[in-house]
């Protein structure tokens, strides 16, 4: 856990050292957007045979965000990994299974520059199961490309109150309209 602190406060201070601040008032219209991920989701604690092993599972994410602001979002994240697993929870004394488990939470978006964003969110995670309360803590990287689309590179970490934590890794794309 503390490598993943030292790299999000890397991140952070590059942020503040390498952009500019342009005044990002005069031309900004309030609008949405909508992206697809493509990931992997990462179980420090994945069981399997009476055992732990670090797993990495596929996922996909879909995205809605509304810009009210340059530099403020609130959206809704929507987030499923597509394999079935066992982990062990986080107190280490029970392993639960997931089918299946799909997020759901309300987040909120600050992009102080050009291409960062830092995401918030609170929601939860849904299995047959059992369902957890979800806070997340994320960074996004976006590039514009042509015809109002933005190519998303995008890092979340989970923590599954009461349940497990977990982080993921992906890309995709985003429409703004």
Known sequence: MKKYTLILALLLSFETWAQESPNK???FKPHHSVALLLGHTHLRKGA???DTKWLSLPSIGLDYNYHFNPEWSIGLHNDI???NFAVEKTDGNEVI???KPIASLLA??????KHFTYQF????????EENFFVTRVGIEYSLELPKEF???GNFGYDLKWKGYDSFAI???IAKIF
Not at 108 to 113: D, M, N, R, W
Not at 121 to 128: P, T, V
């Open 25 to 27: 008032e005069e031309n």
């Open 48 to 50: 399997s045979e009476n």
């Open 81 to 83: 990994i597509t394999e």
């Open 97 to 99: 299974e997931r089918t």
């Open 108 to 113: 909120v978006g600050y992009k102080p520059g």
């Open 121 to 128: 969110g609170l929601g939860g995670e849904f299995a047959k």
């Open 150 to 152: 933005e190519l998303l």
């Open 170 to 172: 992906g890309i995709g």
